[in-house]
């Protein structure tokens, strides 16, 4: 109704109802300002914290950069403190990763990358760690962990043909051949440069009849790029959610 009346007619209005319906009507003003204040704090508070990790997860990449990985260290450490559950601590944890296999320290790779496949909040990240767990599990000597980790790639959505190279590492890894190779040839049209090379050579090697298959490669989570690449991660804090970094597909 107040939509066809005049200014000064809208405010009679507004006072006949407050007058009328007294703290009713005050009562759901008051939370209605309290409720768009509130809100527009708690965005303001969320942005800055984003920063904030997104920050600190540049300091973690500049100082792996500079080989100072020490100091990368103690950064992931400020992150899980004071951004337990941020993008950007997930990803430090993906670098952290990627530094303990450098080092051969495979249990601790393996605890960091756990972690971001069980408790990312973004679908992209967890996935990702999954393929970089079960490839530090195959260069554990656990094949059947690898497997259990990846689970079907029909769940891995864009991320499956990564899915079922790795699967047919691992059962490269437990000798059994066939499987290995039916899981290289349903990766082989989904990947692509390099990548797609070495899938061939595989295909290759198991299917050539009375020859001995090469060995499979070492598990490339060592020698990875930085997670993120694909939407500058590393030169600039982009949240993860805005595309799936492709150097961990």
Do not use: C
């Not at 969320?46 to 500049?62: C, E, I, S, T």
């Not at 990368?72 to 601590?89: F, I, N, Q, W």
């Not at 960091?112 to 393929?131: G, M, N, P, T």
């Not at 490269?172 to 899981?183: H, I, N, Q, V």
């Amino acid at each position: 109704m107040e939509d066809y009346l005049s200014e000064k007619e809208q405010w009679e209005w507004v006072k006949t109802q407050v007058r009328d319906n007294g703290p009713g009507v005050v009562l759901a003003i008051a939370l209605a300002v309290a409720a768009v204040f509130g809100w527009r704090w708690w965005q303001t508070h969320m942005d800055a914290r984003q920063l904030a990790a997104g920050g600190q997860y540049m300091q973690m990449v500049d100082a792996l950069e500079h080989g100072n990985r020490s100091q990368a260290l103690v950064t992931l450490g400020e992150l899980e403190r004071d951004h337990a559950g941020s993008p950007y601590t997930d990803q430090a944890k993906l670098l952290a990763a990627r530094v303990y296999v450098d080092d051969g320290q495979l249990d601790r790779a393996a605890a960091e990358l756990a972690a971001v496949a069980e408790h990312s909040k973004d679908r992209d990240l967890a996935l990702i760690a999954r393929v970089r767990l079960a490839r530090v599990q195959i260069a554990q000597g656990k094949p059947d962990s690898a497997l259990a980790t990846l689970g079907s790639p029909e769940q891995a959505g864009a991320f499956a043909a990564r899915y079922h190279e790795v699967r047919g590492d691992a059962y490269f890894a437990k000798g059994d051949k066939p499987a290995a190779l039916r899981e290289y040839r349903s990766a082989q049209s989904a990947v692509e440069g390099n990548e797609a090379g070495l899938l061939e050579l595989k295909i290759a090697d198991l299917s050539a009849a009375g020859s001995t298959p090469a060995p499979v490669a070492a598990p490339p989570a060592a020698s990875a790029a930085l997670p993120g690449a694909s939407r500058g991660a590393a030169s600039s804090p982009a949240p993860s959610s805005q595309a799936a970094p492709s150097s961990g597909h």
